[in-house]
């Protein structure tokens, strides 16, 4: 298909998306000096392109905007009432030609393009000379983005293409989307490689083999239950178990100290950041973090002005799940009207809030961050799609599995030591609300909680249908300590089960008419 065919097929290296990178593991040789001939003949050769697929270009559109209009505008965590797009996404009522899921649709296939390019070329042109457990290690990186990014694709769209050799378009550039029990198995397939193949430690921001067996984890719990009615599949939760249980017991890892400071860039790649897109400042726009850009509410806080999340909120139906002694958690997640964040605009005494708006992802000036080429497009945070506490609350929810609830010591041990950071009181029992409810607060605004949703909607549509029914999807005010929601004069349409899996996008339709028919077996 026209559209896909071209964004699958990039370029052989895909290498200058970050040119403008400090001296890290982004940093690249110029274009003009490689060729595919030359440039795979060594480790570092292998580890300069896979480097490439961390951050860049490819991941732009939908880090952009979709990256949180999706995690936390259509699960009801924040909350846009202008933007046309974003308000579709708010209401239920997103249509094939929405801007946001053309991007993300068109972001992701471009990353799994990028990968297969790059495992190819792996294979077809690295010599000998290079150790095996190098390559291997490579392919593996490779592999385990390209099983997160079908691990987003089939959890949004249900059945999608699996594409595996960008080649193979060439003959056929009509694609039926395939099973979602099979775009599980090949994401299974791909991440099994990686955590036999990554090692246990590497340079900050690099994936290892706990990288991968944490997603691992989250794959096989999520995968548990689909198709099954109430319960899940138990021989899936166990192996959600085992993996999410192997990066909790035998990788040496621990939480950050503070919360507060994994959203601060002083300590982007932290040890609890299993996964994260790595941006370079200074790049521009396009090929940067715009997250702040487009979600800060002042120009105050972001360099070269910008900060245009002035009318975006955190919803009421958020804000009322934290207690007053989870107040860490909630500062630096949202804002409330008068919190002082004293490293936002610091050489102007601070930031003050003026409303109730987004605070993770706001990170503040160049000067704050001592990064003096990070523009207005280019923040430096390393948004993290994988961290230890989220392993943590997977190992928790994969022990408690089809029982309504659990005193489990290992259940309680993990679940209870992400509420402690927290500085939040431990549980003495877990159940499936309790999971729910701490993931929500845990993970706002890190594009989590609508695909906690869908989990949820594989085995039990339902209640998933009445979460989401029975929010308050609202903003508002907050004084002397009291928040008072405000009118949203907007129809919401009522969930269903089908409000779980996206529109494909029309221009992608229109391209392949082979994607409205039904899926076929991939294995």
């Known amino acids: 298909m026209k559209s896909l065919y071209s964004i699958i097929i990039p370029l052989l290296l895909l290498l200058a998306c970050t040119s403008g990178c400090q001296k890290s593991f982004l940093d690249r040789p110029s274009l003009s000096q490689i060729t595919s001939d030359n440039f795979y003949q060594s480790t570092a050769d292998l580890r300069l392109a896979t480097a490439a697929l961390y951050g860049g270009a490819t991941w732009f559109d939908y880090n952009a905007f979709p990256y949180l209009t999706i995690g936390d505008v259509l699960s009801g965590n924040l909350l846009q009432p202008y933007n046309a797009d974003l308000v579709q996404f708010t209401t239920f009522s997103i249509t094939g030609d929405n801007n946001q899921l053309a991007a993300t649709w068109r972001s992701f296939y471009k990353i799994v393009g990028q990968c297969n390019v790059t495992i190819k070329a792996f294979h077809d042109k690295a010599p000998a000379s290079i150790p095996a457990k190098d390559i291997n290690a490579a392919l593996a990186e490779a592999r385990f983005i390209r099983a ?6 089939v959890q949004l769209w249900g059945a999608v293409p699996i594409i595996e050799d960008n080649t193979k378009l060439i003959d056929s550039s009509l694609l039926r989307r395939n099973l979602v029990s099979d775009v599980y198995k090949f994401i299974a397939s791909d991440l099994t490689f990686a955590a036999r193949n990554l090692p246990a430690t590497d340079a900050a921001g690099r994936l290892t083999t706990w990288s991968a067996q944490g997603m691992l984890g989250k794959v096989y719990l999520t995968w548990a239950g689909l198709n099954q009615n109430l319960t899940r599949n138990q021989a899936l939760l166990d192996s959600a178990k085992l993996y999410a249980g192997n990066v909790c017991n035998k990788s ?19 040890p609890e950041s299993l996964f994260a897109l790595q941006w370079a400042p200074g790049v521009g726009y396009g090929l940067g973090n715009s997250l702040q850009a487009q979600f800060a509410p002042s120009g105050d806080v972001v360099t070269g002005g910008g900060g245009w999340g002035g009318a975006i909120g955190p919803t009421y139906d958020l804000y009322t799940l934290y207690t007053a002694q989870d107040s860490i958690r909630r500062k630096a997640s949202f804002m409330l009207t008068g919190d002082l964040y004293s490293e936002l605009n610091a050489a102007g005494g601070g930031y003050r809030a003026t409303a109730c708006n987004l605070k993770k992802h706001v990170v503040g000036t160049a000067a704050d961050n001592n990064s003096p080429t990070m523009d207005l497009w280019s923040s430096i945070e390393h948004n993290a799609l994988l961290r230890l506490a989220d392993v943590y609350l997977i190992y928790a929810e994969a022990i408690l599995g089809n029982n309504a609830s659990t005193a489990d010591g290992e259940a309680l041990k993990y679940f209870n030591k992400v509420r402690t950071r927290a500085g939040v009181d431990p549980a003495p029992l877990l159940t499936a609300d309790t999971l729910f409810r701490e993931r929500r607060i845990e993970l706002a605004y890190e594009s989590q909680f609508w695909l906690d949703l869908v989990r949820l909607s594989y085995y039990n ?36 089960i089908n409000t779980f899996t996206l529109p494909i996008p029309a221009t992608e339709l229109t391209a392949d008419p082979k994607l409205s028919e039904p899926p076929v077996a991939y294995y």
């Open 252 to 270: 040496g890892l621990s939480l950050l100290p503070s919360y507060y400071n994994l959203f601060r860039t002083q300590f982007n790649d932290n």
């Open 461 to 496: 549509p339902q209640k998933a249908i009445d979460a989401i029914n029975n929010q308050k999807r609202q903003l508002f005010t907050y004084s002397n300590g009291i928040a008072t929601p405000t009118p949203y004069n907007v129809a919401i349409t009522p969930a269903t």
């Open 148 to 153: 997160t990014v079908y691990f987003h694709l």
